[in-house]
């Protein structure tokens, strides 16, 4: 299966000063509609309110493992 790699944007919940964040997400799928899903939903998980893919990249195997997936950027 593919690796994808989302540049993820949104708002965050009340926990984080209803800040707005930027955060990536590297997950594998059948296709890129699925890894989208799972991206945004983890994203929502971990941040709350909103969220949305700004862009998205096919990354290979060992490019999955550079980045982690968690933290993020907030900013006002």
Do not use: C, W
Request: charged content about 25%.
């Amino acid at each position: 299966m593919p690796f994808f790699r989302f540049s993820i944007a949104g708002q965050a919940a009340q926990r984080f000063d209803n800040m707005r964040y930027n955060t990536t997400r590297t997950f594998f799928a059948r296709d890129v509609a699925v890894a989208r899903r799972k991206a945004l939903n983890s994203a929502l998980l971990e941040f709350g309110r909103s969220a949305e893919v700004e862009d998205v990249f096919r990354v290979s195997f060992f490019q999955s493992f550079q980045p982690p997936n968690r933290g993020a950027a907030f900013y006002e």
